[in-house]
DNA sequence: CGGTATCCACGACGATACTG
DNA sequence: CAGTATCGTCGTGGATACCG
């Protein structure tokens, strides 16, 4: 659990998991959907998902240089506890039955 | 997501709503079942899922004073989350596929 | 476009000591 | 038995500035 939950945590990198299910991204385009995300933070986050090895950096020859983030397929692994994340959060939103 | 992801926060976190899956336990059963974790941090994460509403303390009057924590119906509707962490960091664990 | 470098704030965690 | 108090450390994250 302690793996799995280390592969999630931090306030962000849900978030870019998620983004990143839909195909991949490139820094940018990340930036763009989360505003409020800071370039360093959003460096950090994908060079630690990076290292874990659930996406993988690609870069498109070139200038201006393209770079794109792709999950792996340990990333996509992550799809199910994702959604389970969404869903326990909902639960836990809704009304307290007592 | 956030919010589920708060409530199974915290390196102990999981490991203690686990063990309060099984049951309630009193202070001291939960110092026993990890005893790496001190009894500061421990009274941090009991405080904090109680403020959270997914666990109650109950006191027992006499000497000395017994106290059994208990998971509230928030409480055990993190199990499946639980499961799929484990789930999970079983499938990151396990030997990449490529 | 796609980042890195620096610095700072804050909270989680841990060790130690003490209490009713 | 069931905690609290205090202190120190470290990692995450945010702000700002700068680079190829």
Known sequence: MEIAL???SGRWTTL??????????S?????GAFPALGAKV???RLRE?????????EEQRGFPVRTRYRLTARGTALR????????TGSALTAPPRA
Do not use: C, I, K
């Open 6 to 8: 280390a592969a999630v």
């Open 16 to 25: 870019v998991l998620r983004e990143l299910m839909h195909g991949p991204r």
């Open 27 to 31: 820094f940018t385009a990340l930036r």
């Open 42 to 44: 959003l460096s950090d």
């Open 49 to 57: 998902l990076a290292e874990r090895g659930l996406l993988v950096r």
């Open 80 to 87: 199910p506890l994702l959604v389970e994340l969404y869903r």
